[in-house]
């Protein structure tokens, strides 16, 4: 990234000065939320003093300006730079050599496609506002696979992000490699999310040991050391690592696609968007500030949520097969019968972990989500419902955990007591969410 700069062209007394640097670098600064006192109050009622804006476009600003005037100018503009440039540098780690995107530790870990996408959204405060008004229903497909509930595509209906998916064939034949791909990618503000082969990977449990084509999420890089700033599943927990240029560029070409099916498309952009400003997010807007929260949408998807109700008919959206989805109540079911007929067949099959891993994450975010409630004035009395869902979580922890270890004794007895703990946290956690509706469904905003 290059130094903040200014021309300037004084040459008569009615001269135009040209910014065009600067403008660029306010534009790319604006969505970090610099704060812009420090524009009003030094830059602007300087240009207020010694001329005015006679005419202006995308990039440029031209200012009719007094000689006599113009080193007043360039002072005041060279203190509010430099105070943009320590900013930017201490909050965002952008130097020359290295660039790194903001993240944050996802409060979902069960699938790559929320973690990974969910870590550059929740980077931004502003994007809670949506999170909090979703992730509340559950489905579940083919018997057992649990996940949670999402519009189509959901990488395209996050209001705060900006989304593209790049074919592996534009890559290949604009850049030299993947890894200068990635580079100018990063320097644009995007985060990447691509499928590789974990072999290559140091970090990863299958580096060296076998073939594991698996999603990779980078969001930085450092030109000195010659290393990328990952994300996956490394090792079966979800963690931020490092990755040399080399064994990123190996891992991502060492795909064959012919064996390997790319469900991911290539390679996934995500870039941070402020959704009042960005007229492309208008579609994301519920209110005239852009997206806020609704307590409304809460209280509909937690009956959804409670009755077994398809969110699905409330919305457009018809690329799948949603009628033949189980949701809320009925996900207990399905784990308890996908548990109990292993169980009676007896064949010591392996059981999937990862409906369970759901069902834990989603108890997780209820009990953030009724602290923020709690912190916005929605739910005054919140320490009763928060008490019972730490209480349910436990309890889903606990079957969680009878599941792993099942899959290492083969100990049926496990199983048993897993299904009957289900059966228990579907009344308990019926009760705690109707006592959150009675306490939150009159309280305006």
């Not at 476009?57 to 203190?79: A, C, H, W």
């Not at 952009?269 to 997206?291: I, M, P, W």
Request: aromatic residues 16%.
């Amino acid at each position: 990234m290059s130094e903040f700069c200014i021309v300037f062209d004084v040459a008569t007394e009615n001269n135009h000065k040209i910014w065009s640097e600067f403008i660029e670098y306010l534009e790319q600064l604006e969505k970090y939320k610099f704060p812009w006192s420090e524009v009003t109050q030094e830059i602007l009622p300087s240009i207020g003093k010694i001329g005015k804006i006679t005419s202006s476009k995308i990039g440029e600003v031209y200012i009719d300006i007094q000689t006599d005037k113009f080193d007043f100018l360039v002072t005041q503009l060279n203190k509010t730079l430099q105070n943009i440039s320590d900013f930017f540098n201490k909050q965002y780690q952008v130097d020359s050599t290295c660039n790194i995107l903001q993240v944050e530790y996802p409060p979902i870990t069960s699938y790559p496609s929320h973690a990974m996408t969910l870590t550059a959204a929740l980077s931004h405060k502003e994007a809670y506002s949506w999170f909090f008004n979703n992730y509340i229903q559950l489905y579940v497909r083919d018997h057992h696979n649990v996940d949670f509930f999402e519009i189509g595509d959901f990488e395209m209906f996050i209001p705060h992000l900006s989304y593209q998916c790049i074919s592996r064939d534009i890559i290949s034949n604009k850049w030299s490699s993947f890894t200068e791909f990635a580079i100018d990618s990063i320097d644009l503000g995007y985060y990447l999310h691509t499928l590789v082969n974990q072999y290559f990977i140091r970090a990863s449990g299958a580096y060296k040991k076998r073939l594991y084509p698996h999603s990779l999420f980078i969001y930085g890089y450092n030109l000195e050391q010659k290393e990328f700033y990952i994300a996956d599943f490394f090792n079966m927990k979800y963690s931020f690592q490092k990755a040399s240029f080399l064994e990123v560029e190996k891992a991502y070409n060492y795909i064959d696609l012919y064996k390997n099916i790319d469900d991911i498309g290539g390679v996934k952009l995500f870039k941070y968007r402020d959704v009042k400003s960005d007229l492309t997010a208008c579609v994301f807007h519920n209110n005239e500030d852009g997206y806020v929260f609704d307590i409304y949408t809460v209280i509909n998807f937690i009956n959804d949520y409670i009755h077994s109700q398809n969110s699905y008919k409330l919305y457009w959206i018809s690329a799948k097969d949603y009628n033949a989805m189980s949701f809320r109540i009925s996900v207990y079911g399905c784990l308890c019968d996908y548990l109990s007929k292993v169980v009676f067949n007896n064949k010591k099959l392996y059981i999937d972990h990862r409906p369970f891993h759901v069902l834990l994450d989603h108890k997780n975010i209820m009990i953030l989500r009724i602290q923020y409630l709690a912190d916005n004035g929605y739910l005054p009395d919140y320490i009763p419902v928060s008490k019972a869902y730490l209480d349910i979580k436990n309890k889903v922890t606990i079957v969680r955990n009878l599941v792993l270890k099942y899959n290492v004794t083969k100990n049926n007895v496990l199983l048993n007591r897993a299904a009957n703990l289900l059966s228990s946290i579907k009344l308990e956690e019926e009760l705690a969410l109707r006592d959150l509706l009675k306490k939150i469904k009159y309280i305006e905003k």
